[in-house]
């Protein structure tokens, strides 16, 4: 190759960079694994198309049809309008946002948060009230929503369907959405103090460029705030975009839990909070769990940081610790076989161990499911709680029936059974029980021939 022909060749090469540059450029994106797409790869639905559809426009030859996208981009499908009518994520409210939720803006949500949504098992089938989760970080958003979701349908709709169990496995996918616009806008309106409800869905363009200090994420910068203040108003706007919060790809939880925050208000949470807790999520092997004050701040409506009832005080640093203030509609159940071991499980209080309705979400060994009865009764006579039947759902799509367990708290067979039992009673008996009885103490579990799990 002659002189004029390696200069050429440098030179189309050096064009070739530039035309790199300009897309990190433009697009504000950092190279992250994953983060590249090749052109011979399937175009991006973050682009504007479908990928289960033939592009309709013919190939760019400019340098943006070298695609680059973020992981798990959200299909155009999903997108709403900018001319919907809601208020543009500003800089300013993204970086409040990402310090209440994470303690700083650099971090961002990851594979496991952006690919949750809130999907139904099978319509019209033994589990077709019940989400479908994934072991993580946003499990624990899901099944305080599944506890919403049961609530409804077993005591908020219609006077003629029947409180049972049965009642549940009749669900089509229509009642599926509005089993879920129900049970996320009673959630946010607690949120909201039953004043306000703000819905945050996202649109296909970018609402603001980030300041330097701020890592991009291509997704909380395209959100539009949408406020109502009236329930119903909120309920159906969350209705008719329901897919935004139920389809893949959508970032459901993500999207929701954005609602959540802003329907409380960030004022309010960093009122809600005290000096033991200072962001709603924590890092733990690699992912981001909800730390107590998120899962009561979906349970009550503030985001306190502990389970006991009322105020308790910090010797150590003469301040407030904030707990439960009212009983909700959702209760929750705690138990950790590492913690008791090591004496340090947090005593739940009356609030939370006795709801208005008998469902409970349960943090059992770190990982979230729901319980719940039938009878609407059952915390209110105490006849009642002689003996009952309690319904269990672990969330995942491997159980395929809803356990059933009847509970006796008359009976005194597992006080005397658990003196026989040498060193840590989950020896003999597994945790489910074990959660069970820091409401009952001392009651008698029938599994009904289901072999025992958790």
Not at 71 to 100: D, H, K
Not at 103 to 108: D, K, L, P, Q, V
Not at 215 to 236: G, H, I, V
Not at 374 to 382: K, V
Request: with cysteine; proline share 4%.
């Amino acid at each position: 190759m002659d002189a004029n022909g390696e200069l050429d060749e440098i030179l189309q090469r050096v064009a070739d960079l530039q035309k790199w540059r300009d897309v990190f450029d433009s697009r504000g994106l950092e190279l992250q694994q994953g983060c590249v797409k090749r052109p011979s790869e399937k175009k991006s639905d973050e682009d504007g198309e479908d990928s289960s559809h033939p592009a309709s426009r013919p190939p760019s030859t400019s340098a943006q049809s070298h695609q680059f996208t973020a992981p798990y981009s959200i299909p155009q499908a999903l997108a709403v309008s900018a001319s919907l009518g809601g208020q543009a994520m500003s800089p300013e409210l993204a970086v409040s946002l990402r310090t209440v939720l994470f303690g700083n803006t650099f971090h961002i949500f990851n594979y496991e948060w952006k690919k949750s949504f809130f999907k139904f098992r099978e319509p019209f089938s033994e589990m077709a009230y019940a989400l479908e989760t994934e072991r993580g970080g946003a499990c624990a958003v899901q099944m305080v929503v599944q506890a919403h979701i049961i609530k409804y349908l077993l005591f908020n709709r219609s006077a003629e369907s029947d409180c049972t169990i049965q009642s549940m496995m009749t669900v089509g996918e229509m009642e599926q959405r509005k089993a879920l616009a129900a049970a996320l806008t009673d959630i946010l309106w607690a949120a909201g103090e039953e004043e306000t409800v703000t819905v945050c869905l996202v649109t296909s363009e970018r609402c603001f460029t980030p300041h330097l200090n701020y890592k991009l994420d291509s997704f909380t910068e395209r959100l539009q705030l949408f406020t109502f203040k009236k329930k119903e108003e909120a309920r159906a706007f969350i209705y008719e975009h329901i897919q935004c919060f139920r389809e893949e790809g959508s970032h459901g939880i993500i999207l929701f839990l954005y609602s959540l925050i802003f329907s409380r208000t960030i004022d309010r949470i960093q009122t809600d909070l005290d000096c033991t807790t200072t962001q709603l999520l924590h890092l733990r092997f690699g992912n981001f769990v909800c730390r107590q004050a998120l899962i009561n701040l979906l349970l009550t409506g503030r985001a306190t940081p502990h389970v006991f009832n009322g105020t308790s005080h910090c010797k150590e640093q003469d301040k407030p610790l904030y707990g439960v203030l009212t009983r909700s509609n959702v209760g929750y159940l705690l138990w950790n076989r590492d913690q008791v071991n090591h004496a340090q499980l947090p005593l739940v209080g009356s609030m939370l161990k006795t709801p208005k309705l008998p469902i409970w979400v349960c943090n059992i060994n770190g990982t979230y499911s729901v319980l719940f009865g039938t009878n609407c009764s059952l915390l209110s006579d105490w006849k009642m709680e002689h003996l009952f039947l309690l319904y269990f759902y672990n969330g995942q799509p491997t159980q395929l029936n809803t356990t059933t367990l009847s509970i006796d708290t008359h009976s005194h067979h597992w006080e005397a059974d658990s003196n026989d039992s040498q060193g840590d009673p989950e020896k003999k008996f597994p945790s489910l029980e074990m959660t069970i009885r820091t409401k009952w103490e001392g009651a008698v579990i029938d599994w009904n021939g289901t072999v025992p799990f958790f």
